[in-house]
């Protein structure tokens, strides 16, 4: 699992390198949090792909604006 640490300091190509041999050990492993793991990773292989092929651009900060604008609109009152 150390190998997991400079994923996301590595080029793209470096990148997706680790994470497809991330991918293949972990289902492998004995501990079955870290199976477990490895088969959730292999599910998001495109997701993480993309990571490296946008240079680490996410929309985390716009998801955080629509969950807090979403958690407002919850707590208004109803109009009758």
């Known amino acids: ?4 640490l400079p994923i ?5 190509t470096q990148g997706r390198r680790l994470v497809a041999c991330l991918i293949q050990r972990l ?4 501990i079955p949090e870290i199976a477990r793991l490895g088969r959730i ?3 998001w ?9 946008t240079g680490g651009a996410s929309n985390g900060s ?6 807090h604008y979403r958690a407002g609109q919850t707590n208004r ?4």
Request: net charge negative.
């Open 41 to 43: 990773l292999r599910k």
């Open 8 to 12: 996301y300091q590595a080029t793209p």
């Open 45 to 53: 292989k495109d997701a993480l792909d993309a990571y490296f092929d």
């Open 1 to 4: 699992l150390h190998d997991a």
């Open 77 to 80: 009152q109803r109009l009758p």
């Open 27 to 30: 289902p492998a492993c004995p």
């Open 62 to 67: 716009t998801e955080a604006i629509n969950g």
